[in-house]
């Protein structure tokens, strides 16, 4: 078993920042790639950023890169995704989630956190 748990979230004016966490315990955390994904109100939830168990590999959906980066470190079980230039469109729930398997995108992963709200202001 792997727990999640995300946090950074909140309400931040647009063109602001946010970097949210993402701790992990239970196994070993450098066995799990991580993904970071995003639901917005009555939308359906869409992929946001992954990397892989080293930190060596990282991927973005399209619309993202440039904006939001993707890290960890492994020392202290923990993913991070720095957001910047943030706008009102990107205002949802954030989620992270990890697997054994590197998807680098959408993919069955076996481990969810809770989630973290992010609001944008306009």
């Known amino acids: 078993q792997v727990q999640l748990v995300e946090s950074g979230g909140g309400l931040v004016q647009a063109g602001g920042s946010l970097r949210l966490s993402c701790a992990a315990s239970?196994?070993?955390?450098?066995?799990?790639?991580v993904g970071w994904f995003r639901q917005a109100p009555g939308k359906e939830r869409e992929f946001v950023a992954a990397i892989s168990w080293s930190g060596g590999g990282t991927t973005y959906t399209d619309s993202l890169k440039g904006r939001f980066t993707i890290s960890r470190d492994n020392a202290k079980n923990t993913v991070y995704l720095q957001m910047n230039s943030l706008k009102p469109e990107d205002t949802a729930v954030y989620y992270c989630?990890?697997?054994?398997?590197?998807?680098?995108?959408?993919?069955?992963?076996?481990?969810w956190g809770q989630g973290t709200q992010v609001t944008v202001s306009s």
């Open positions: 989630a990890a697997d054994t398997h590197y998807y680098g995108g959408l993919g069955t992963y076996d481990y």
């Open positions: 239970g196994r070993t955390f450098s066995n799990y790639a």
